[in-house]
């Protein structure tokens, strides 16, 4: 069971990008979805996750910039990426879990919260 991404590239600071993620079996209307991303050998960070009912949570380091969103009649999760910096350079995965993801605090929840994950696109942002 694997979810796809597409979007990743490369882009100059202060440009942006929109990353898709697409599986053809799950109704995303009832999976908590999320965007991670990963720097080399670093732990993979969560940026942005959507639960069933609409409510978002974000990182502190992309709110105001990154936006997630679901198309559900076309099984889409979507992660809207603006005002990029050098730091955003990573790849990124998005994440499904069936609710409830049983995370209280604030933000996004570690990876180990999702079950089913993506194989990842990368984007670098170069100054």
């Known amino acids: 069971v694997q979810l796809v991404e597409s979007g990743g590239g490369s882009v100059q600071t202060g440009g942006s990008l929109r990353l898709s993620c697409f599986h053809s079996a799950f109704k995303y209307a009832t999976y908590s979805l999320g965007w991670f991303r990963q720097v080399g050998g670093k732990e993979r960070e969560g940026m942005a996750t959507?639960?069933?009912?609409?409510?978002?949570t974000y990182a502190d380091s992309v709110k105001g910039r990154f936006t997630i969103s679901t198309d559900n009649a076309q099984n889409t999760l979507y992660l809207q990426k603006n005002t990029l910096k050098t730091e955003d350079t990573a790849m990124y995965y998005c994440?499904?879990?069936?609710?409830?993801?049983?995370?209280?605090?604030?933000?996004?929840?570690?990876?180990?919260?999702?079950?089913?994950w993506g194989q990842g696109t990368q984007v670098t942002v170069s100054s």
């Open positions: 994440a499904a879990e069936t609710p409830p993801l049983g995370w209280v605090l604030p933000g996004p929840p570690p990876p180990a919260f999702f079950t089913y």
């Open positions: 959507i639960k069933p009912n609409g409510s978002t």
